[in-house]
């Protein structure tokens, strides 16, 4: 079995690429015009550009979080693995289409919804990843509980049902949409939920 | 003589890159017109995005597959290396002929053919590294069998020769041979033949 | 608690990410045209990509010298990091605006301007780090003397300072800006005066 | 003093990007055209991608055999290697600019000359690299005889050297330049003489 620490490294670098990445998605202003208010013309790029890195640090930080209980890899958990790799390094692409759609000031509904659908299905395979590292715990730290391990697959629970209300919401009420997708990533990011959670085991 | 251990993080650095690199091909929808429709247009490009990154990953896997046995390198060994990644980092190119193609309604067969040749070269590098490190065993781990090596190398030579026909196939049915390809990389991925066979010598 | 080995793993790969796309960002000469004196006219996106160079280099130097004394991170610590990086991973695009301005000879000001306001705010971040761990030294190694840490936090401040000098300077004199940015950088660069000052007490 | 290995580390990251990025200066063929035809016209894309790709990957295995020797590190070294990253991250672009100008059919001298410009200035930071470590030897290995290195010395000089014939011998024939920029990258390759050199020392 190839131990978790290639795992994560080989994660890591797909999360730094993605994260870097955003960047190029932000159009260069047309050169010799009013350079100043061009630059402030493309705030939503800004915006969507802080978002998702925002965005992809919180995942890359509950990705390690999980990885502190997740002592062990198979093939299955490779393939699982990879499917959220595969949501996350497409960021950039919803990224760019929001900032173009909040830009133009049409089509906000869709983008937001679409955007929102990327980070929907990061969550379930962040699921489907723990869940399938718990079954029979096969691939988990021994020293986790039973009452641990339902913490925090009641707690990974709350990413995927909050980024599915909150796409509905998008069609009412794009911009509370784009505010709850903010949100969700600060309940996931501050406290470390995830890992920070069971230091009464340690002690 | 170099130690493995930076050859394969070198070699991750490549395959993250590469695979993450797959996203900044898809081409951004127009600003302004029927967003949900352009999204849904863009489907080729969704698809030769995963296939690319599942065939990325899949020969990842079993590129940490093989330095499992492989535990020494010398200069012959890191071009062959260098050859291989050369042809994984080719790869978002295809991927983005495949899905213009397809998403033109023209060429496609051409575009699978030129694709399918792409994961041919990374399968003959595969064989080569292979080939180079068994040859009097002078880079393998020496608890492997000579069964164990006969074995992998039967294993390996299934790459190649599937892409072959696949791509001959594609010249006639070319949706066939890019299920061939899927097909070629799901059974590489799962179970993990490479390094995961030989556990009764383990134990 | 996540070690910080991880933190500036993922640090260092958003840093060479970014340092190295920043040769995207130089246009190509139009093909068939007069090709050496195109190759020259491009002289405004060398210099800016050798400044953004060293500005990153300079910046990842002294990454690594604050975490020759940060020995933990907790969240805050962790959010910080990644407000840091996310300034960091934005510096391609006004290095981009600033070549094309400068190319245009027009909008200089406000492109240098520009320039340093994101680097006014990697500074910031780097400060409000300092600040974040040196505050009841919870983050730092205890070997570091209180007249250590108060030197460290004194010489931080000089970046975000210099830098808003330079930029107020650069609404006049833009180009006295611009080599105020690169001696900013050579000050931090050379010696290491961060990680490098405390030898007496290692000794 | 930093130690090496983070240095490398970093390095190496740099590397790796800039050999996966060459891929993205490759143009997509037009859709709907002549598939075929196109992608046969783009050889000279092709060619530049594999002489940068081996390029690279020839001064990575020639930058870890010079990290075989160097154990420790400074600012002015540090300065040093990240002027040669520098030079290193810019190879795309005159990799671009001669793919462009061999499928034009125009200006190949220049743009043979100003890639081999670049290669040139690598291997002089590569040669300061070295001066600067050798120095006193402060920064290398004790083990490393002086006999050895004054070999590597002499042997790091063939690179500028040669580069510099090759790019005077382009301005008349620009295709035996090329050609040379490849013997070169082989010379260096294989063996690898700069860390391979001194066994019998180490037996």
Sequence with gaps: MMDTTRLEAFSDGVFAIAITLL???????APGGDLPRELVRLWPSYLAYAISFFVIGAIWINHHGMFQHVIRTDNGFLVL????????AFIPFPTAVLARAISSGSNERIAIVFYGATL???GIFVNLMWWYAARRRRLLDKNLSGQDIRRISRLLLVGPAAY???ILAGLVL????LASFIAINIFFLWPRRISGAPPRLES
Aim: proline share 8%.
């Design 174 to 177: 794009p911009w509370a949409a």
């Design 23 to 29: 960047v190029i998605a932000i159009e260069l202003p």
């Design 81 to 88: 693995n990879l499917l959220q790799l595969m949501a996350i």
């Design 164 to 166: 599915a209300v909150a």
């Design 120 to 122: 929907l299905a990061v």
